[in-house]
């Protein structure tokens, strides 16, 4: 999920093994150090936001949380290599006091035994939104404080669409959105861009359309989810989506719709102030179902977690306690996902940033109708969602050749279930 990452989408991009295995070492060796009295002096934060390097505002936001007598030590990297690395420093007892974590590795690193109950530190979540906060709790148990949230839109070029003779309010279904891509690649203009990328960051941008077609991910080989593979399949074939889509994650797609060709771009809310900087009329329309309206969307974004400690437990807990309060107390939410380009977690905040924030306006509805991805699934959301993303991979390169596109979903099933 996710890196440039863009701020607020999943960073799921994964380095190359022997970079993971560098980041292994690394990673476990900037846990939390404590004085000689058993306080802890040097407080260890991990986040996934590597493209924020220690001279970036968001660093020097984290370090001023610091509490009197300590320093923060802040380790960036992507999701995939923090999750890992966790499980390793809980085991040799050298974990960071704070995560900030994907939503989508809640369950499992909750059931896994890495984190530690937010009450039994102290902290407490109630006022974010359910859809947002539910991924956080397990088992009746709270196990993160939500970061806050994004979610996906489609974003589309006004210009493009014009000289197309496309109407942006006859998009109401896949049917007018294949009309309106045949249109503008007719009048010589590139159609849409997504990020297909293989891992979470791809099965994020993928679920729209897989929900928006009324698959759901218990029965990943349903004829439902075949015509949502079959759609992004046929755009590679048709030449309505670059065939790089298959590698492509969210910065690298966002990228190409800049050439300012493209008519449309799927793509997340953290892209919003961006939008509004481009030399070309860039507007946003929710994500259309299969027979009409707004697809479901998922939420994005990540939980501040606090990783179990065995020794000095408490000295640590109480650190959590302080950095947590002063990056996600409720004072603060609008501070710190403003600089995310996130959404706040809870209805009132967010409330007051959108009305005080154009351009967040359009985002209003999508935001909180959102659903969390881990929802139905729980633990066995993360097999689901690796099951999923092969299945899309492989209907891309099928570039629209319909019985590799159900073989794809159908193995996929098989595989989800251990079938």
């Not at 897989?210 to 074939?237: H, K, M, N």
């Not at 048709?238 to 298959?246: D, F, H, I, L, T």
Request: hydrophobic share 40%; net charge negative; glycine share 10%.
């Amino acid at each position: 999920m996710n890196s440039i990452p863009t701020p607020g989408r999943p960073h799921g991009r994964t380095f190359a093994l022997l970079t993971a295995a560098a980041l292994t070492v690394s990673l476990a060796a900037c846990g939390s150090s404590s004085g000689e009295s058993g306080e802890v002096t040097e407080i260890g934060f991990w986040d996934p936001y590597p493209q924020y390097d220690d001279s970036s505002d968001w660093a020097k936001y984290v370090q001023s949380c610091a509490p009197e007598g300590t320093t923060i030590k802040r380790t960036a990297a992507p999701n995939t290599d923090l999750i890992n690395n966790l499980t390793t420093a809980v085991r040799e007892d050298n974990a960071p006091n704070v995560v900030f974590l994907d939503n989508p590795a809640m369950p499992e690193a909750s059931a896994s035994g890495l984190l530690v109950p937010i009450d039994e530190v102290g902290l407490e979540a109630t006022d974010a939104d359910a859809n947002i906060a539910g991924p956080g709790t397990v088992d009746g148990e709270t196990y993160g404080v939500p970061v806050g949230a994004n979610t996906l839109g489609l974003y589309y070029n006004e210009q493009v669409l014009t000289d197309a003779g496309v109407d942006p309010a006859s998009i109401t279904d896949w049917a007018s959105l294949n009309a309106a891509l045949k249109k503008v690649t007719g009048a010589g203009h590139q159609g849409i861009t997504f990020a297909g990328v293989p891992g979470e960051e791809g099965t994020f941008q993928f679920l729209p359309w897989f929900w928006g077609s009324g698959a759901d991910l218990s029965d990943l080989g349903s004829a439902d989810a075949v015509e949502a593979g079959q759609l992004v399949s046929d755009w590679i074939g048709n030449g309505y989506a670059p065939k790089s889509a298959v590698t492509d994650n969210q910065s690298a797609s966002w990228d190409l719709f800049l050439t300012g060709d493209y008519a449309f771009a799927e793509n997340g809310s953290w892209f919003a102030q961006a939008a509004t900087e481009q030399k070309f009329p860039i507007k946003m329309m929710p994500i259309p179902s299969q027979d009409g309206g707004a697809a479901p969307v998922p939420t994005g974004g990540e939980f501040g977690v606090v990783p179990l400690h065995k020794e000095n437990s408490d000295a640590h807990y109480a650190a959590a306690k302080e950095v947590l309060d002063c990056l996600l107390g409720s004072k603060k939410q609008v501070e710190t996902d403003d600089m995310l380009g996130y959404f706040t977690a809870s209805e009132s905040t967010r409330e007051q940033q959108i009305a005080s924030t154009e351009h967040y306006q359009p985002w209003a509805d999508a935001i909180s109708s959102a659903q969390g991805r881990t929802t139905d699934l729980g633990t066995d959301y993360l097999a689901a969602s690796a099951a999923l993303s092969k299945a899309e991979q492989a209907a891309l390169n099928a570039a629209g050749d319909a019985d590799q596109v159900k073989e794809a979903f159908e193995t996929a099933a098989q595989e989800a279930t251990g079938n």
